[in-house]
């Protein structure tokens, strides 16, 4: 009886003990034998609530599940405020928007952490998801004076050049070739960033020679022979359209005149004025957009073929526009 009432305290309090992070294991001997929690390393550790809290959080977003990792992140913070890792939850709660692509949300949590922390280790991290979700939005003026700021207050650091290569795309994709040729060229010598500039410097400069077509030829081309100025940029059906449309009504009205009909030749006159000077509005617009696409293309297969470290492509960095920059 007496034996049976010691196995069972043990064993309620190895239950207890379990329950504390502490693992059991069953002897001959005593009946139980506490085994206290272990590190990979084999040290003795026992962790808070808190760290529980914040490392189940942190394996979620490692699982990529980052509104369940928003949720315990908040939950830290609410619980704990004053803990030293409250800060970095709130570093990886902007983080979570950012990856997941909320960029109004991920700016907003950015703002409030360089208020709450001016002064921490993510300063310079923040800052940089901030310009960069600012450009994936397609606030251009924001995401500009936040890159000028990183340059501004760091301007010895290897952020200062990654922040200079997001300016300068932010202009290139602006088409301001001269400003981007420019920024990408204060990239420093010893960076590690200095390859990716220098390609994408000499692909910038590339594009003032891309073929294009003249805006002035297609117009007088579409007014010489409706369609023609079609014809010229490379727009077949609305070639083919232009030509047929114009050459309908122009028969009509000649055919109206011919008969004396002069009421249906002064109405088909009428319309045919405005198809007339839509086929020539229309060529001028081709041509534009001939210009427009293929430097659009061009900035694409520039920006995929551009490689700035051995680990990462630019594709996989950039995210604005259509992509996003992750260095």
């Not at 294991?25 to 929690?37: K, M, N, Q, Y």
């Not at 939005?137 to 200079?164: H, Q």
């Not at 932010?170 to 010893?190: D, P, Q, S």
């Not at 449309?245 to 009421?263: A, H, K, M, P, Q």
């Amino acid at each position: 009886m007496i034996k049976f009432i010691q196995r069972t305290a043990i064993i309620i309090l190895a239950t207890f003990l379990f329950n504390l992070n502490s693992s059991f294991a069953v002897s001959e001997d005593v009946g139980v034998c506490i085994l206290p929690p272990q590190s990979e390393k084999g040290k003795n550790v026992l962790l808070t609530e808190q760290e529980k809290l914040f490392s189940f959080a942190e394996n979620l977003f490692s699982g990529k599940e980052y509104y369940r990792a928003i949720t315990e992140y908040m939950r830290f913070i609410n619980y704990y405020p004053s803990d030293p890792l409250a800060e970095k939850a709130v570093y990886q709660v902007g983080n979570c928007y950012f990856m997941a692509e909320k960029w109004d949300d991920a700016i907003k949590v950015f703002k409030e952490f360089t208020g709450r922390y001016p002064d921490s280790q993510f300063t310079k991290d923040v800052l940089r998801k901030t310009g960069e979700s600012y450009l994936k939005k397609g606030d251009i003026e924001n995401s500009k004076k936040t890159f000028e700021l990183i340059e501004e207050k760091y301007p010895e650091d290897e952020v200062s050049n990654r922040a200079k290569i997001s300016l300068g795309i932010t202009y290139l994709e602006n088409e301001k070739f001269n400003n981007a040729v420019k920024i990408f060229g204060n990239v420093k010598e010893t960076s590690k960033y200095k390859p990716l500039a220098e390609k994408l410097m000499e692909g910038t400069r590339e594009i003032e020679k891309l073929p294009r077509k003249s805006p002035l030829i297609a117009g007088l081309l579409s007014a010489a022979l409706p369609g023609a100025g079609q014809l010229y940029t490379g727009r077949m059906l609305d070639s083919l359209f232009a030509f047929l449309l114009n050459g309908v009504f122009t028969w009509g009205i000649i055919e109206s005149f011919n008969r004396d009909v002069y009421v249906a030749a002064g109405i088909l006159s009428f319309f045919e004025l405005g198809w007339y000077s839509g086929n020539i509005y229309n060529a001028i617009s081709d041509a534009h957009k001939y210009n427009r696409d293929t430097r659009r293309r061009f900035i694409d297969e520039l920006k995929q073929n551009s490689v700035s470290q051995p680990e990462h492509s630019l594709k996989e960095r950039v995210m604005f526009f259509s992509y996003r920059i992750e260095f």
